[in-house]
């Protein structure tokens, strides 16, 4: 199974990020890639609609810890699996996350690898533009 980690820090405090990673509806604001979120109503279940695919729903399942800042996102069509985790670092915050990638999806390796980057990057800098602001 392929798997790959991704990293940044982000000025803003956890409780600042916290609020966009634990909650999906916040994930077109940063996560690359996603269009739109529907969220259900059972709590941890949301649906994703790829960006520029507004009719292919994606399930997804979201467990969240805020006592341990982990949040874990499993793509119920795919099986890609997205372990975040925040740690307070200086005055701001690690954001680190662990893709897990089924053998079967492994040719999007690369693409998610980019994505993730993206993400990770975009989720710092709009937590600390909140922060600030």
């Known amino acids: 199974m392929p798997t790959f980690d991704q990293s940044a820090v982000s000025t803003a405090p956890p409780e ?21 979120v529907q969220t ?6 949301y649906i994703m609609y790829p960006d520029g695919y507004p009719d ?7 467990a969240a810890s805020q006592e341990n800042g982990t949040v874990k996102i499993s793509c119920l069509v795919s099986d890609l699996c997205f ?6 670092s200086g005055g701001g915050t ?12 492994a040719h999007r390796l690369d693409k998610q690898r980019d ?18 602001g």
Do not use: C, N
């Not at 993206?118 to 922060?131: G, K, N």
């Open 40 to 45: 259900g109503s059972d709590a941890g279940d």
């Open 94 to 105: 690690e954001i680190s996350v662990h893709v897990e990638i089924p053998d079967q999806e």
């Open 83 to 88: 372990g975040w985790q925040l740690r307070p």
């Open 56 to 62: 292919f729903p994606m399930p997804q399942a979201l």
């Open 16 to 36: 600042e990020v916290w609020k966009l990673l634990y909650d999906p509806a916040q994930f077109p604001l940063w996560w690359a890639g996603t269009g739109s």
């Open 115 to 132: 994505t993730i980057r993206q993400s990770v990057r975009q989720l710092a800098e709009l937590a600390a533009a909140r922060a600030s």
